[in-house]
């Protein structure tokens, strides 16, 4: 269930925003040309890439896992976690414009709490979506990835020309809706109507509203399943 956010929770996230988007993409970049992002354990990181080998974020560590080894380190700066994985620094800019700065040696402010809330707000979503990608099954659905440039997870699924079809997501906050929050953002802009015209992307069901619901997890199926009938009927 969700809890209150802890005062630490922005600032971990934006932390952990620029190292997915500088550390954690890159390296997968560089052995399979992929940059999505996938829920760990404690975190987010990559899923297995190459021959074996895996970068995540577990509490306040980042990690980094090959055939008959795991080793560990403290989330400090871009720097030392580009060096502990062993890539350059830096987003790849001819996949994506990062919305993070690069500062090598700024100390990330990554806090305990902060990340278990993140982590918290990940594991739930991802329940969510994966549900819904079952539900709607017949719709061609994408699998549930996490966009290092935005920083949110997210599927797709829906009419295979457009209409209907729909990115169906939550963010942990952005520009956008400063809290965590769940979207649905329709592809047609002729079906941002109603609910869809909340954002410039879609529907929205912010992290305050879910804890006001007697039930979080009943009123976050029914946000994205009412959206989902809407655009592309009753599975």
């Given amino acids: ?30 052995a399979d040309g992929h940059i999505s ?25 980042l990690v980094h896992e090959r055939p008959g080894t795991t080793v560990r380190v403290a989330i400090t700066t871009l720097h030392a976690a580009a060096q502990f994985v062993g890539v350059p620094l830096g987003a ?47 719709h061609t659905p994408t699998p549930v990835q996490m966009w290092p440039e935005h920083f949110d997870l997210a599927c797709e699924f829906g009419g295979t020309e457009g209409a209907g079809r729909a990115n169906y997501g939550a963010s942990p906050g952005d520009d956008a809706i400063g809290e965590p929050y769940l979207y649905v953002g329709p592809w047609d802009p002729a079906q941002r109507t109603g609910a869809f015209m909340r954002c410039p992307f879609g529907a929205a069901c912010s992290y305050s509203e879910l804890l006001a619901a007697t039930d979080t997890k009943a009123a976050a199926r029914e946000f994205y399943g009412d959206a989902a009938e809407l655009l592309v009927g009753a599975a």
């Fill in 1 to 30: 269930m969700l809890a209150p956010l802890p005062a630490s929770f922005p600032a971990t996230r934006d932390a952990l925003h620029a190292l997915a988007e500088h550390v954690l993409a890159p390296a997968r970049y560089r």
């Fill in 37 to 61: 992002l996938v829920c760990t354990p404690g975190g987010f990181g990559t899923p297995t890439f190459g021959d074996g080998e895996r970068v995540r974020v577990d509490g306040v560590e």
């Fill in 92 to 138: 790849p800019r001819e996949v994506y414009t990062p919305a993070t700065e690069c500062v090598p040696d700024a100390t990330l402010t990554v806090d305990a709490e902060g990340v278990r809330a993140l982590a918290a707000w990940l594991d739930f979503a991802s329940g969510l979506l994966n549900e819904l990608r079952e539900r709607y099954h017949h």
